[in-house]
């Protein structure tokens, strides 16, 4: 293949500025990638063993575990990541260079869907350019812009025949129109200017986001920026466009099978792209519906496999839960943060304060939703039907938000909320082009401007931006590591002291604080299986390791993965390896304070404060306590000090 030349290099960089951003964000990602150690923990390593399980016999029929008990409609995201994850050696590397993959193609896929068509480029040469060029001569993206033919703006009326994505079109198909020099035009502009407005909506959310958003494999993760590409998808289809359709069923059925919650938040979305789909193009729009219900078969075959099914139980869930769901009340509050002006300066739900009590309303709360509603209504009166189709697209997803965020049970954690971001950010980025796009006219009315220097302000403009956001990502995650990176040492340590008994299956128990030892202990399942050995899970697990990993009884011999506030093995067991940041004084130091202080807060009758002394709040277990706790304050905060060090995990041989 050959490879491009400068000038076709150039003229892509000069339509498409934001790839230079996007550019530096995989290449920074990619370094970060190749560049760690890392052993999977928690829920990224039941991710990856159950994508190792693609193409075995236990190949997954469903998806991602959740916390109630059920798991995510399909095992689709398994399935994506399989192929990188093959291609790495079965490394974790796979995956998250498989979510980078996953996220670049949302992205650019969104981005082109709104680009202008062929024959809208013939029309209006240059994005960067608020002038139109004819349409009489097709011009090819390679070739050099004849300056003279940019000399108009696209002001284009909704009811005339030239628009082509006029309501008044009879057939309703798009077609390519002539720039004339009477103002009517293309939608050429218009395109160019969304296009950029969802490519740095994109860009906005890898920088606002989650650190790693841009490579997280999590399934709460890769579905943020698919949001985008259906705000697009949609977009396209109202103008016209059918290949919106074919995006719209694809990334539903996607979103909604990796994360349940993104199918409640999309539906709005994709409703009115195959409603409209239906009615415009019946049988392309039927056929990508049974392509659609050709990727939800593994759901059916879990159903009838393992009767009722997963999808039964997920169902169940909604209906009967015992938790009370978050209702409309609250949705209001957090669609009102998300729009306020609080979110160009902390673009997250302050997931804290949203757990503990009333989320925020933040400062002008709906303010994002006004200047949609505005931006549209300057849309509709200047006949700007891709502008208008669009923010209308954004308007809907905002109703899908207030649909998933009232049906929510439980807190309102982070991965439930972060799909505020890419809304946020395509809302004000939709509406900062329908300003430029305002500001261009005017200033094409009263004052005559140089073409090539407009063209040159808007790509740089874009670039720069792009590349800033690029830069605040990729600065933000070097400085964090991934989830769970930081007990990949204990789990090489302890995988290899554990080696020897793992020869045949034997089960790996856990106990004392849930979040680190599951860490630990599906870390250790996930490596130990990669060295070929036969770990197996606890019983309970099934639906987060598979059934061939869950198939030992806890009967011993077995292993157990143990967080401890203080030293001391259980009964019929002995130490296979330990990880403790304390030496053996400070841990001698430390398991005394644990009895004495503990006897204490008994004799002074708070006992019910002993849960304070095994991490670094033990001080607060003095605070307004009885005299003789309180006058102990300064071994409560020793003890605090050594907690505050670290935990110490142990692996126990049980009954051997």
Do not use: K
């Amino acid at each position: 293949m050959p490879s491009p030349s400068p000038r076709e290099v150039s003229s892509h960089v000069r339509r498409r500025p934001w790839t230079l951003g996007l550019a530096l964000l995989c290449i920074g990602h990619v370094v970060l990638v190749l560049s760690r150690a890392y052993v999977t923990g928690g829920d990224w390593a039941f991710i990856e063993l159950r994508t190792r399980d693609v193409f075995s016999g236990d190949t997954p029929l469903t998806g991602a575990w959740s916390r109630y008990g059920w798991n995510h409609p399909g095992p689709l995201l398994y399935d994506l990541l399989a192929i990188p994850y093959r291609l790495t050696g079965s490394s974790w590397r796979g995956l998250w260079l498989g979510a980078l993959v996953l996220n670049v193609v949302a992205l650019v896929v969104a981005v082109r869907l709104l680009e202008p068509n062929r024959s809208e480029r013939a029309d209006d040469s240059d994005p960067a350019d608020p002038g139109v060029g004819s349409a009489v001569d097709p011009v090819d993206p390679a070739d050099p812009v004849d300056e003279a033919s940019l000399a108009l703006v696209d002001r284009a009326d909704p009811a005339d025949p030239a628009d082509p994505t006029s309501p008044d079109d009879p057939d309703g198909a798009t077609r390519p129109v002539v720039g004339v020099r009477d103002g009517t035009a293309t939608s050429g502009v218009a395109g160019w200017l969304t296009a950029w407005a969802i490519a740095l909506a994109g860009m906005w959310t890898f920088a606002a986001g989650t650190a790693h958003l841009a490579t997280d494999p999590w399934n709460a993760s890769v579905v943020v920026v698919p949001v985008l590409t259906m705000v697009a998808a949609a977009a396209a289809v109202l103008v016209d466009d059918r290949r919106g359709v074919a995006v719209a069923a694809v990334v539903f059925v996607a979103a909604a099978q990796t994360h349940a919650a993104y199918g409640v938040l999309l539906l709005p979305l994709v409703l009115v792209a195959l409603g409209v789909g239906l009615v415009r193009w019946r049988r392309y729009t039927l056929m990508w519906i049974g392509i659609g219900a050709v990727l939800m078969l593994p759901a059916l075959v879990d159903t009838l496999v393992n009767w009722p099914g997963n999808f039964y139980r997920s169902i169940r869930f909604t209906l009967t839960a015992s938790e009370p769901a978050v209702g409309f009340a609250q949705a209001a509050r957090v669609i009102g943060r998300a729009t306020s002006l609080s979110f160009f300066g902390e673009a997250r739900l302050p997931s804290f304060v949203a757990v503990v009590r009333d989320p925020p309303w933040g400062l002008l709360p709906f303010a994002g939703l006004v200047a949609l509603a505005v931006a549209r209504r300057v849309a509709v009166v200047r006949g700007w039907t891709v502008h208008r189709r669009s923010l209308e697209a954004t308007a809907l997803l905002w109703l899908g938000g207030v649909l998933m965020v009232a049906r929510t049970r439980g807190p309102l954690l982070i991965w439930l909320t972060t799909w505020m971001v890419v809304a946020a950010a395509v809302t004000w980025c939709l509406v900062g082009a329908v300003v430029v796009r305002w500001l261009l006219e005017r200033r094409s009315e009263t004052t005559p401007s140089d073409p090539s220097r407009v063209r040159f302000v808007g790509t740089a403009a874009v670039g720069a931006v792009a590349l800033l956001l690029a830069t605040v990502n990729i600065a933000g995650s070097v400085g964090e590591g991934y989830p769970f990176q930081e007990v990949t040492q204990v789990v090489q340590q302890f995988a290899d002291d554990a080696e020897p008994y793992a020869a045949s299956p034997i089960a790996i128990d856990l106990a004392g604080d849930e979040y680190v030892a599951g860490a630990v202990q599906s870390g250790l399942i996930v490596e130990l299986e990669a060295r070929g050995l036969q770990p197996r899970g606890r019983p309970d697990q099934r639906l987060q390791l598979g059934t061939h990993r869950t198939d030992l009884p806890l009967a011993p011999p077995s292993l157990l993965v143990r967080v401890e506030a203080q030293s001391g093995a259980p009964e019929d067991a002995s130490v296979v390896s330990v990880s403790d940041p304390l030496n053996a004084t400070e841990r001698a130091e430390a398991d005394a304070l644990m009895t004495e202080l503990g006897a204490l807060l008994d004799s002074a009758g708070v006992g019910d404060r002993r849960e304070l002394l095994v991490n670094d709040l033990a001080p607060l277990a003095a605070f307004r306590a009885p005299p003789e706790v309180a006058a102990e304050l300064d071994r409560f905060e020793r003890l605090g000090e050594l907690h505050g060090r670290g935990q110490r995990i142990v692996l126990y041989l049980i009954g051997a």
